[in-house]
């Protein structure tokens, strides 16, 4: 791995044979886990400039049509946040002499403010080429971290490291981008922007009639020769995020009454076994990944996969040894004559991965020159815990990835595209939406992470009656599991909300993930509590989960600062106003400078009299408010209702719909598209 200064630069060539598709992550952190950044590219041409806007890739425009760029999202790390993005340097325009990678950050936040600011970039096998740290961010509100640029046919890096003042738009108005900064984009409940809104949209081709006519869209008609035509101006990258409005209530059903089902394309009430169940949605996923471009593509993107043509395959026989291997799918990718080929094992219904089985499909891919086995189950992958262990031969020259899916990643995937981010025709809108809803079936056996483990009872029962230990295993296995399902929540409420929903870890930067684990786990064995934070995009502030073993009861909370200006009673009046469709039973406890707690109340109490949220004493300074609910925890281990897992999911669930989306900062639902129309 090549450590890169500000000013190197090297030929990808040199350091890997496997680069025509790279990674590239931009990752930053803070001691407390807080502060973040948005990432950007722009593809120049030989002039330093953008062709057009739509060669400005950032959080409004996500993917390039041709799949060459594609942001991938964010990815939680010990102390902050790493984000990726998908080049697929075989695809890019031959126009295209450089492309700029970037990150800004926003409401007057600078990169000064956090650790760790760096830049790595890995091959199509997920092996990390070079890295370039930059320490010396200071004031800047956005950096040019580096650049990939052509020379002779050979695609090259270079480190940059270069500050700019103005942000983000600034940054992309020196390379030509149009940008319209002071508006704020909002969605109709249809799923239609206003045309003064349009954001992230080059200006229209010639080709867009044709575009239209394939889309099944009708064009507007012409006015008639010589009439006055109102020129409309260019659509412009707007830089502020969408806002959208609640979902429209579901269209009412034509069946006589509830005991009608709508027939689905992929029924799942006949499965009874887990055999059937794995075979069954191997197939169901693999189809639709290679029918619906935007959904295999968002998939398979972050494993080194070209963009080109997509075939999948199941149940593949192939040579192993004496006895031949029968993986549960095969992935291939065909672009400019190059083939991309993954092996995929799938198990559903809290099935476990066996690591024998694992390793043979590694072997395999090896000797036949594949470039990745992909995993697939309702376990959830952590960092430093992979879920089978695998030898890797290291005298063997080809090198084979080994990636792992969670099925409730796919779900969450499938949501993105079809309620928020919208796909290509009416055909594959339906077709993501009968494959969300095979997923979600209850006989699927694809719910995601559905069980706390064998340790679940006995740690229970121990932080019951006192007598569970520090260093005992079975409380690292718990916490590996709260981790499991946290992650697994906050793609659930990500999927639903449309927006970015990221687990906050507050430690210190370079922390090894297994020490941390430990120290959780020998907290949780003194005060018999697990505890995490999420950062829900458009919330004012962190949502906290506590589960105390000890009362049985979950807590979600979420603190919000108090207001800059105005009066403590105004402040208190103003909240229980935006609070009036909150639960009854909702705690507020106001924030006090220097004490431990003040004045606190139910929000039944509290609606009357908000001026009882006034603390006494009139010196005493207000810094803000805790928000609170409490429910009961579910005791068992599994997915039942009555179970752990459903209590702190319908507990989050709960929280932000009642409370969370009614504060100030809170971005209500995306309409979701309608089913069976395209969107996008």
Not at 24 to 47: F, M, P, Q, R, Y
Not at 273 to 302: H, I, K, N, Y
Request: hydrophobic share 40%; aromatic share 6%.
């Amino acid at each position: 791995m090549r450590e890169m200064i500000k000013g190197s630069n090297v030929a990808l060539a040199t350091l890997s044979e496997n680069t025509d598709s790279v990674i590239v992550s931009l990752s930053w952190g803070s001691s407390t886990g807080e502060g973040d950044a948005d990432v950007s590219v722009l593809l120049l041409d030989a002039n330093g400039k953008v062709r057009s806007d739509a060669d400005f890739y950032f959080y409004n425009n996500m993917v390039a049509a041709d799949g060459s760029v594609q942001l991938l999202g964010k990815t939680p790390t010990a102390d902050g946040n790493e984000d990726r993005i998908s080049f697929d340097l075989t695809a890019m325009p031959s126009e295209v002499d450089r492309i700029v990678l970037a990150a800004s950050r926003y409401k007057g936040a600078r990169f000064g403010e956090l650790e760790g600011v760096k830049l790595a970039l890995a091959d199509a096998g997920g092996e990390e080429l070079l890295r370039f740290a930059i320490d010396d961010a200071d004031s800047v509100s956005a950096i040019i971290f580096g650049e990939l640029y052509r020379r002779a046919k050979e695609w090259k890096f270079r480190a940059v490291g270069q500050g700019y003042d103005a942000g983000l738009a600034g940054l992309a108005a020196d390379f030509g981008v149009d940008i319209d900064d002071d508006a704020t984009v909002e969605e109709t409940p249809d799923g239609v922007t206003d045309d003064a809104q349009m954001d992230t949209m080059a200006t229209p081709s010639a080709d867009e009639p044709k575009q239209q006519e394939a889309l099944g869209m009708v064009p507007s008609p012409r006015r008639p020769e010589g009439e006055d035509q109102p020129r409309k101006p260019a659509a412009r990258p707007r830089t502020a995020k969408k806002k959208v409005t609640l979902p429209k209530a579901a269209k009412k059903t034509l069946a006589e009454n509830e005991s009608w089902k709508d027939a689905r394309l992929f029924p799942a009430s006949a499965l009874k076994s887990d055999r059937e169940r794995e075979t069954r949605a191997t197939s169901v996923l693999l189809a639709v990944m290679a029918q619906v471009p935007e959904f295999g593509r968002r998939l398979t993107a972050a494993f080194g996969a070209p963009a080109g043509r997509m075939e999948t395959f199941t149940e593949v026989t192939l040579p192993h040894g004496d006895t031949p291997r029968r993986p549960d799918g095969v992935i291939r990718v065909e672009r400019a004559g190059k083939l991309w080929t993954a092996l995929v094992e799938t198990k559903t219904n809290g099935s476990a991965l066996k690591s024998d089985q694992v390793q043979a499909y590694m072997d395999i891919a090896a000797r036949r020159g594949y470039e990745a086995v992909i995993t697939l189950s309702n376990d959830v992958a952590l960092e430093g815990s992979p879920l089978v262990e695998v030898k890797i031969d290291g005298r063997r020259k080809h090198k084979v990835a080994l990636w792992h899916l969670s099925w409730a990643e796919v779900a969450h995937q499938a949501q993105m595209l079809i309620r928020h981010e919208g796909v290509g025709n009416a055909a594959h809108a339906w077709l993501l939406q009968e494959l969300l809803h095979y997923l979600q079936h209850e006989n699927s056996g694809c719910h995601g992470f559905q069980n706390m483990g064998p340790a679940w009872v006995p740690v229970r029962n121990g932080i019951d009656d006192e007598t569970l230990c520090q260093g005992d295993p079975r409380a690292l296995e718990v916490v590996e599991s709260w981790e499991r399902l946290i992650r697994q929540v906050c793609l659930r409420l990500g999927g639903e909300l449309g927006q970015k929903v990221l687990p906050v870890q507050r430690t210190r930067r370079g922390t090894d993930p297994k020490a941390l684990r430990a120290r959780l786990a020998d907290q949780f064995c003194l005060d018999g509590r697990l505890q995490s934070e999420l950062r829900i995009e458009g919330t004012p502030g962190v949502l906290a989960i506590s589960a105390d073993l000890r009362t049985g009861k979950l807590r979600t909370s979420i603190e919000i600062p108090a207001p800059e200006q105005g009066y403590p009673l105004s402040w208190a009046k103003r909240l229980v106003r935006r609070l009036a469709e909150a639960p009854a039973d909702l705690h507020v406890e106001t924030l006090v400078e220097g004490e431990t707690a003040g004045p606190r109340g139910t929000l039944e109490r509290l609606r009357p009299e908000p001026a009882d949220m006034l603390p006494k004493e009139a010196a005493a300074q207000i810094v803000g408010f805790r928000l609170s609910l409490l429910k009961s925890m579910g005791s068992s281990r599994g997915n039942a209702e009555s179970g752990f897992i459903r209590s702190v999911d319908d507990a989050v669930h709960r929280f932000y719909t009642s409370v969370a989306v009614h504060l100030d900062g809170a971005t209500p639902r995306r309409a979701p598209s309608k089913e069976g129309t395209a969107t996008g």
